[in-house]
Structures are given as C-alpha cells and as structure tokens.
C-alpha cells in the first residue's frame, strides 16, 4: 500500500536545507509528485507531496522531524487521499494568465483591489512574484518603481474584467496587463513603437513649428484635428504647407536636442541584447526617425518624408505615402512577414489615436501615458512609469537585466 504526504516546511532560509531534507527522502525511495518553494525576505516555505510505501511512512516523518528539529525549522505533514489527489491532476488542464501589476510604489489598498478582482472571476492564484529589485527603503524616489506578476489559473467569469482593471487602475494609479500565459507570450520577437510623446517627449512638428515662426497656426489645425473636425490627412498636409521656407539643416539642431523618454535607453538596450526585432512606426517626420535609429540601432524606421528644395529650405510638401494609422498597423504585419513572426509575437507601444490600429491588432498593444481615449481601447497601458515598464510586461525581472550590464 503506498500512501501520499504533503510535507510543508517553513522557517529561516538556509543553504542545504532541501538538500538534506531530500537525503531522507531519497533513502526510502519517496516518489515527488510536486514540490515547490517560495522565498520571502530569507523565509521559506518549502511544500513536497510524495508517494511513499506506507511500511515507512511513520519512520521517514519521524526522521524529518527529527531533521527540521536540528535546523530550526518548523515541519508539517498531512495525508493526501489518491481521489484527492487525482481530482487535483484532473484540474491541470485549465487556462493559465500572468497578471502584471506595477506602480512606483505598492500598498496593500492597491494589491486588495486587484486580489478581490481575482477571486471575483473565480480565479485561482498558482504564484505570486516580485520583477522588480529589492527595493532600498533610502531609495531616490525617482527611481523607485515596484512590479508585481500573479500567475492565475482558470477561465474569468465575468466579461468586464478588463473592464474592472481598467476602473482601479485609474483610481489607484496602477499598470497592469492581463495575458494569456501560452509560448506566444514568453516569445515574443518584434516591437514597434511610435515615435512623438512615446519614444520622445515632445511632437516634433510642433518643434519644426517653432523654429518656422507658425507655432500657433500649426496648433490650431493639430486641435481641430484633435475634435474631429479635419481627418489626419489633410491636417498633416496642412501644417507641413506652412513649414515652407524654414531652413532643413534646423532639423539637426532639434534631433540633436530631442527629449528622450524616461527607460528608452535601458529598454532599447534590453530588447537590443535579447534580439528583439525593433521598428519605429510614426506619423512624425523620418529625419528624427533616423536620428533616433542610429542612436540605438533600431531595425526598421517607417515616417513621413519631408521634401527639402535644391536651396536647402522645406519646400512644404512630403515625398511619398502618408503613415497614418491604419498605415502603422499595415507595417507591424509586414514586417511581422517579413521577420516570419506571428503576429502573436508582436508589440505595439503608442500614445496617440493612430497608433490603436497597430496597438488592437499586435500580440500586445500597450498605451504609453496615452490619451484617455486610446486607453480605454487598449489593452494595457503603462502611465505611472516610464517606457521600460514594457519589459515587465514581457517577464524581465530586475535581477535578470542586472546579469546583462549595469541598467
Ligand atoms: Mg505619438
């Protein structure tokens, strides 16, 4: 007769410990049916499940405790029934989701919302990790960021989880992105991001603006753009027209000056490392794509050509096709093509209205500090921190990244 124990050890961390535990274990011939362990600021749960003939049972636990005595550990041990234990197997085949969570700093009101979230869909929590290092309580603030995965397992109940999310990651100033926990997710291989207000901080057509001496004119076409009013096309038309004249060789000066996001230059380094295919796809002007691209060695650059006169001076006009939105989602497939990538191993990171098309149709589409509308149509956003949250979105622990260099 063969009997299941679930052992459960908990107590000081100490190198060994499973070692000599095991020892035991081992010299009565235990078959581990499971066996997992967490680790908490130097405290560990340790939890084996084994299979063992029921002759030994009372000297193996015997043995244990005698074992856990010496290393000052506590031990615990229960009998696992074999229905029990097969409706447990049974149950292995549900789906699995990674839950991500991130803020500069966490609290319990925060993570209680999203736990009773979980329980809501009837989901069941397998894990819970921290991505992010261990955190200095004398930590400069602008540093400090903190980064939560929950892996779940089951199917949500209720259809407006996200929408749920959504509400309390408003209100209580968190991130987070739910996906499906498959190969796709942990393979992901192209990224393209868009390039004003999302790789850079500012737009550069309004810094073209500025130097031409139409700052203002230039605004009030972009803000009747902004109501709807004029479609991308002609508002973009429009506003380089009145560019005309300005000297191109301003470009260098502006590109040379551009604002660079908050964890662009740790997360292009990143991406770079683990060989990332990386393409800029904006609505913005090819000049500062390229600038940009070389800077960091990005793969592809997809933007709007401004056309320069043999006097050197914008001419007011554009070369070629017009990227737009629904030009921006056209791209992410063709490169994906390209690359043989699955578009489920695609990401898409933009900030504005024309950057949803290629958002809604990658793997992952992340708002980057987006407009309200563009947040509410995407899946997940990051706001609360700067662009290289979207490594935590991808699984890339701190501790991970501090094995490539110091980022
Ligand atoms: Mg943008």
Not at 141 to 157: D, K, L, T, Y
Not at 277 to 303: C, M, N, R
Not at 323 to 339: C, H, M, Y
Request: charged content about 25%; glycine content about 10%; overall charge neutral.
């Amino acid at each position: 007769m063969k009997e299941q124990i679930l052992i459960r050890i908990t107590g000081k961390d100490r190198i060994g410990l499973t070692a000599s535990i095991m020892d035991i274990l081992a010299r009565y011939d235990a078959q581990i049916l499971d066996i997992g362990q967490a680790d908490i600021h130097s405290s560990l749960s340790l939890g084996i499940l084994i299979r063992i003939a029921g002759e030994n049972s009372g000297q193996v636990m015997k043995e244990l405790l005698f074992k856990a005595t010496e290393l000052g550990v506590n031990i615990g041990f229960e009998p696992v029934g074999e229905d029990e234990y097969e409706e447990w197997v049974a149950r292995q085949g549900k789906n699995r989701y990674i839950l991500t969570i991130i803020a500069r700093t966490l609290s319990a009101r925060q993570i209680s919302a999203v736990a009773r979230i979980i329980a809501e869909e009837g989901l069941n929590i397998d894990s819970i990790k921290r991505l992010t290092g261990r955190m200095s309580l004398k930590g400069e603030a602008r540093s400090v960021r903190s980064c939560i995965e929950f892996s779940v397992r089951g199917n949500p109940q209720n259809e407006d989880m996200h929408a749920h999310l959504m509400k309390i990651s408003s209100e209580m100033g968190i991130d987070f992105s739910f996906q499906k926990d498959n190969m796709y997710r942990r393979m992901r291989r192209l990224i393209c991001f868009d390039m004003d207000s999302t790789l850079i901080q500012t737009e550069c057509i309004d810094e073209l603006a500025k130097r031409a001496g139409v700052g203002e004119q230039v605004q009030a076409i972009t803000e009747q753009a902004m109501r709807g009013e004029i479609d991308f096309k002609e508002s973009f038309t429009r506003r380089v027209a009145l560019l005309k004249g300005l000297d191109a060789s301003v470009m260098q000066d502006i590109a040379e000056h551009l604002p660079i996001t908050e964890g662009v230059d740790r997360l292009m380094y990143v991406l770079k490392k683990y060989g990332y295919k990386i393409a800029i796809l904006s609505g913005g002007f090819t000049y500062f794509g390229e600038y940009i691209q070389k800077k960091y060695g990005i793969d592809y650059v997809y933007a709007n050509e401004l056309e320069v006169g043999e006097d050197g001076k914008l001419t007011g006009r554009y070369v070629g096709e017009i990227v737009d939105g629904a030009r921006k989602a056209d791209l992410l497939r063709l490169i994906a093509q390209t690359e043989k990538v699955n578009l489920a191993q695609t990401i898409a990171v933009g900030d504005g209205a024309n950057d949803l098309p290629m958002i809604s149709q990658a793997g992952l589409g992340i708002a980057f500090h987006a407009k309200p509308r563009v947040v509410a149509n995407a899946r997940q956003s990051i706001n609360t921190i700067g662009l290289d949250g979207v490594l935590y979105f991808l699984g890339f622990k701190d501790s991970y990244l501090g094995e490539v260099g110091k980022i």
